[in-house]
């Protein structure tokens, strides 16, 4: 069971940024692939990026490439979110989730099995 905790959230202005941070209990911290997800009211939870177990590699929706950075410190059991350049349609609840341990790192919501609590991000114009 893996159990994980956003934060850093809040409101910002447009072009502003913020560092969203996940921290996992656990101790296979590495094992996971890790992915942010996130949801406005209305619609379904959309994918923003991921980053494999050692984080070799990052995986990015493409409203976001230039923007958003995902990245991970294994010793910490914490994934991150660097956003940069905010925009107004970024407002959403900030996801973190867990894929199952040495699985593939994939963009559906639908392989990742631990989801925390959630964020709010709000960018005013």
């Known amino acids: 069971q893996v159990q994980l905790a956003e934060s850093g959230g809040g409101l910002v202005q447009a072009g502003g940024s913020l560092r969203l941070s996940c921290e996992a209990s656990?101790?296979?911290?590495?094992?996971?692939?890790m992915g942010w997800f996130r949801q406005t009211p209305g619609l379904e939870r959309e994918f923003v990026a991921a980053i494999t177990g050692r984080g070799l590699r990052t995986f990015n929706h493409d409203s976001v490439k230039g923007r958003f950075t995902i990245s991970r410190d294994n010793a910490k059991n914490t994934v991150y979110l660097q956003m940069n350049s905010l925009k107004p349609e970024d407002t959403a609840v900030y996801y973190c989730?867990?894929?199952?341990?040495?699985?593939?790192?994939?963009?559906?919501?639908?392989?990742?099995?631990?989801w925390g609590q959630g964020t709010q991000v709000t960018v005013s114009s």
């Open positions: 989730a867990a894929g199952r341990a040495y699985s593939t790192t994939t963009s559906d919501p639908d392989n990742y099995v631990y």
């Open positions: 656990g101790r296979t911290f590495s094992s996971y692939p």
